[in-house]
C-alpha cells in the first residue's frame, strides 16, 4: 500500500509522527509531502530530527502567503505528486491549510482521504481553521476522531457511522513515547530562569491579529504575579513588534520568551509547568494528558472534552478574565487537584496503531473504495422512528438492508452510533435508500 502523508505545520508534524513510524514498521510506503507553510527550522525541520522521521519525499515549498495563494498552490502541486506516485490512500491530519488543500486534490483525483483528528468543531467560522476541518471532512472517506463527541459532530452532518472511527488522539502517542527521551535529552532546564512557572503560548490568528485583543492579553500577562515562560510563534512576535507590545514582555521580569521550542525541549518544559496558558489546539491536549490544569485564551474551543472532563477553562481575551482565571486555580489547592486529576479523554496512546490497522482493514473489505455512480442506489428519503424491539444497529442494518442510522437518540440527547449499540426505546433517524 502506498500512503501518501500531507504535512506543512508543526502540529502536524507531531501529530503525524506515530502514524508514520507505524506504516513504516510495517512496511508499507510511506510518501511524505511538506506543504512547506512552516518553514523556519525550530518550526519544522527540528521536529523531524526530534521524532526521528524520515525527511518528507517532497516539499512544495509555498512558504508564508495569504491562505487562497497557499491552498491553490498546494492543490495544484498535489495533482503532480499524487498522481505519479500512484498514492493509495492520502492522511491529513487536523485544520490546517494544508488539510483543505490536501483532502480536495485527493477528492478531485478520485483517492480516498482519511482524515485524522476528523470532526473537531468550534462552531466558529471567524476561525480560518473552522472551515478547513469542515471542507476537509467533507472531502474524506475514513474518520479518524479522537472521542465520542467528536463523533456525533460528524453523524449530525450525515456522515454514514460505518466511517467514523474513535481512535484517541495521536497527540497522547506523542507524548507517551517522548516524555522519558524528553526528561533524558533535554537542557531546558537549564536554559529557563524559573523553577515554578506558567508556560504560555499564543498564536491563533483571531488573537494575534486583532491588536485590541492582542493588547489586552500582553496587559494581563505583564501584570501577573507568576512567572511565565513564552516560546513564541513567530507569527505572534511579528504581531508584537507591529503593534509595539513586544518590548512591554520584554521588559517584564517575570516572564521569559524564547524562541519557538522542539518537541523534546517543550514537551519537558510543559510536564515541569504549574499551569499551561494556551490558545493552541494541540497544547490544550497535552496539558490534560500531562495532568496539568489549562487556561484557554479562547471564547470556544473545539476540544470541550478537555472542559467537561475539568482540565481546562476558557478564560477568553481580557485582562481581568484570564487573571482571575489564573488566580483561581493558582490560589485554590482543591480546585488545582481536580484540574490536574481531571481524565484525559484522548485514549491511550495507542491511536496510530488503531488508524493503521483501520486503514489495512478498510482496503481489504474495500469499504474505502469510492463508489461508481452505478453503485448508489437511490436516495429515498429520511425517517424518524421509536425502537421497542430488542435489537443492535448491526441488526437493525441487516433486517432492513438499505436503510442507514443517521443519529440515535435516547433521552432526548444524540448518542455515538456503535454497531452494537443497543437501540430499545431510543429515537433513531434513517436514511432510506430505493
Ligand atoms: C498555522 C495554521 C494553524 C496552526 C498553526 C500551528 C492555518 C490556517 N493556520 O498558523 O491552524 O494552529 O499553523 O502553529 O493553516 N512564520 C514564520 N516562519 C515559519 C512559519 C510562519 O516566520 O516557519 C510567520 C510568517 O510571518 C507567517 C506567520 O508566521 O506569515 C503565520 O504563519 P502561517 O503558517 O500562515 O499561520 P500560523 O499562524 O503558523
Ligand atoms: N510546540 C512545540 N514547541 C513550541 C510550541 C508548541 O513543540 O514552542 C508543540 C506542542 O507540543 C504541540 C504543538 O506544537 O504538540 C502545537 O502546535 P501549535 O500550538 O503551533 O498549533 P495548534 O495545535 O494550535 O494547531
Known amino acids: 500500500m502506498r500512503i501518501g502523508i500531507i504535512l506543512g505545520t508543526r502540529p502536524e508534524i507531531i501529530k503525524m509522527s506515530s502514524i508514520i513510524d507505524e506504516i513504516n514498521q510495517n512496511k508499507d510506503d510511506c510518501i511524505i509531502i511538506h506543504t512547506g507553510q512552516h518553514y523556519d527550522i525550530e518550526m519544522s525541520k527540528q521536529f523531524f530530527t526530534d521524532l526521528n522521521l524520515p525527511l518528507p519525499n517532497y516539499n512544495i515549498g509555498i512558504g508564508s502567503n495569504t491562505a487562497i495563494k497557499q491552498i491553490s498552490i498546494i492543490i495544484s502541486e498535489l495533482e503532480e505528486i499524487l498522481t505519479k506516485e500512484k498514492i493509495?490512500?492520502?492522511?491529513?491530519?487536523?485544520?490546517?491549510?494544508?488539510?483543505?488543500?490536501?483532502?480536495?486534490?485527493?477528492?478531485?483525483?478520485?483517492?480516498?482521504?482519511?482524515?485524522?483528528?476528523?470532526?473537531l468543531r468550534s462552531f466558529d467560522k471567524n476561525m480560518p481553521e473552522e472551515t478547513n476541518r469542515i471542507l476537509a471532512d467533507n472531502c474524506s472517506n475514513l474518520f479518524f476522531v479522537p472521542t465520542e463527541e467528536t463523533a456525533i459532530n460528524l453523524q449530525n452532518e450525515g456522515?454514514?457511522?460505518?466511517?467514523?472511527?474513535?481512535?484517541?488522539?495521536t497527540i497522547v502517542d506523542a507524548c507517551n513515547r517522548n516524555l522519558d527521551i524528553a526528561i533524558n535529552k533535554s537542557n531546558i532546564e537549564q536554559l529557563t530562569n524559573f523553577d515554578d512557572y506558567i508556560t504560555l503560548t499564543l498564536h491563533r490568528a483571531e488573537n494575534v491579529d486583532d491588536p485590541i485583543r492582542l493588547e489586552n492579553i500582553v496587559n494581563s500577562l505583564v501584570n501577573l504575579e507568576y512567572n511565565i515562560v513564552f516560546p513564541i510563534h513567530p507569527h505572534t512576535k511579528k504581531s508584537l513588534v507591529d503593534n509595539n507590545l513586544y518590548e512591554k514582555i520584554l521588559n517584564a521580569?517575570?516572564?521569559?520568551?524564547?524562541?519557538?521550542?522542539?518537541?523534546?525541549?517543550?514537551?519537558?518544559?510543559?510536564?515541569?509547568?504549574?499551569?499551561?496558558?494556551?490558545?493552541?489546539?494541540?497544547?490544550?491536549?497535552?496539558?490534560?494528558?500531562?495532568?496539568?490544569?489549562?487556561?484557554?485564551?479562547?471564547?470556544n474551543t473545539e476540544r470541550p472534552e478537555t472542559?467537561?472532563?475539568?482540565?481546562?477553562?476558557?478564560?477568553g481575551t481580557k485582562e481581568e478574565e484570564i487573571r482571575n482565571s489564573i488566580a483561581n486555580i493558582l490560589n485554590n489547592k482543591d480546585v488545582y487537584t481536580k484540574m490536574a486529576k481531571a481524565k484525559n479523554p484522548y485514549g491511550d496512546g495507542d491511536s496510530s496503531k488503531k488508524i493503521y490497522e483501520i486503514i489495512v482493514n478498510s482496503f481489504k473489505n474495500e469499504s474505502i473504495h469510492i463508489k461508481s455512480s452505478d453503485e448508489i442506489i437511490d436516495f429515498e428519503g429520511y425517517y424518524l422512528k421509536k425502537i421497542e424491539e430488542n435489537i443492535?444497529?448491526?441488526?437493525?442494518?441487516?433486517?432492513?438492508?438499505k436503510h442507514i442510522i443517521e443519529q440515535i437518540f435516547s433521552n432526548n440527547l444524540p448518542e455515538y452510533i456503535d454497531e452494537n449499540t443497543k437501540l430499545k426505546d431510543k429515537t433513531i433517524i434513517v436514511k432510506k435508500f430505493k
Not at 490536501?102 to 482524515?115: E, F
Open 88 to 119: 493509495d490512500i492520502v492522511l491529513v491530519q487536523g485544520d490546517t491549510n494544508a488539510v483543505l488543500a490536501g483532502a480536495l486534490a485527493a477528492n478531485k483525483l478520485k483517492i480516498p482521504v482519511g482524515h485524522v483528528e476528523a470532526g
Open 159 to 169: 456522515i454514514n457511522h460505518k466511517m467514523i472511527h474513535i481512535t484517541g488522539n
Open 253 to 299: 521580569e517575570h516572564i521569559q520568551i524564547t524562541k519557538p521550542l522542539g518537541y523534546l525541549d517543550f514537551l519537558y518544559l510543559l510536564s515541569k509547568s504549574k499551569l499551561i496558558l494556551t490558545d493552541s489546539g494541540g497544547v490544550q491536549e497535552e496539558a490534560i494528558t500531562l495532568n496539568i490544569p489549562c487556561v484557554t485564551l479562547r471564547y
Open 392 to 401: 443492535t444497529v448491526r441488526e437493525f442494518e441487516e433486517k432492513y438492508e
Open 307 to 315: 472542559i467537561s472532563a475539568g482540565g481546562n477553562v476558557l478564560a
